[in-house]
């Protein structure tokens, strides 16, 4: 679930949000989603990396799982941002 839904995130940065370009200073709240989405997207980057790595193990390392539960919690919260 974790992987789906930061997939989700990727495309939305590289291929949606260049298509239909949103106005993120419409206000703080839109401004605030934005902040919050490029900090998901970066955390998400080099949360990848370093699984590729070899340095994450989110089923048997506690802060592991409880740092990417965090963040998965932190983009469903920010979901209706993220439409086309």
């Known amino acids: 679930m974790l992987h789906a839904c930061f997939q989700l995130l990727v495309d939305f940065i590289e291929q949606e949000d260049v298509k239909i370009p949103t ?19 970066a955390w ?3 949360r990848i990396k370093a699984d590729a790595e070899g340095k994450i193990d989110e089923i048997w390392n506690k802060e592991h799982f409880e740092k990417d539960t965090e963040m998965l919690i932190r983009l469903i919260k920010i979901r209706k941002y993220l439409w086309t």
Request: hydrophobic share 30%; net charge negative.
């Open 23 to 41: 106005d993120w200073n419409h206000n703080e709240e839109f401004a605030q989603a934005k902040r919050e989405i490029d900090e998901l997207y």
């Open 44 to 46: 998400w980057k080099q």
